[in-house]
């Protein structure tokens, strides 16, 4: 994740932990049209162990965007696949969602493969350098279906 956007990266524990307090009170007053904001911890089966991060934005007559990080030591265990697919039935379920899309940097191929194995497909290609986040490259937006469960 870091690799991609250097800049999003806490410089600490207390910047983590202030980071999921902000996350906690909804959405940033800069995102406009946002009828939904909602973040979660993934954990472990049975533990308290966090895996990973999970959002979704819900965005009147748009898709709804999903992103997902899942921390070094748990990645390419099928995590942010399993959570993603609960998260985007959980936005058909509770929100109606129609639509799905993730944004990502082409070089993530853990990203473009779990977008892909959620049905979503390759709509943009986009030139990015983002002073905020440190992203420069190539970014890919995938869309698709918000299939149910």
Avoid: C
Wanted: glycine share 8%; hydrophobic share 40%.
């Amino acid at each position: 994740m870091w690799t991609y956007f250097p800049r999003l990266r806490p410089p600490d524990r207390a910047a983590l932990r202030a980071r999921f307090e902000r996350w906690s009170l909804g959405p940033p007053a800069d995102l406009t049209g946002v009828a939904g904001w909602e973040n979660w911890v993934g954990v472990l089966h049975g533990t308290r162990t966090a895996v990973g991060t999970f959002q979704a934005t819900i965005v009147r007559d748009e898709p709804a965007s999903i992103a997902y990080l899942v921390f070094t030591k748990f990645q390419r265990r099928g995590f942010a696949l399993e959570a993603m697919r609960a998260i985007v039935a959980h936005l058909h379920r509770d929100h109606g969602v129609q639509r799905i899309v993730a944004e990502m940097d082409a070089r993530n191929a853990a990203s473009t493969a779990t977008a892909q194995r959620l049905g979503l497909h390759e709509v943009t290609r986009m030139q990015v350098d983002d002073d905020r986040t440190g992203a420069q490259g190539i970014e890919l937006r995938y869309e698709g279906p918000a299939p149910p469960a």
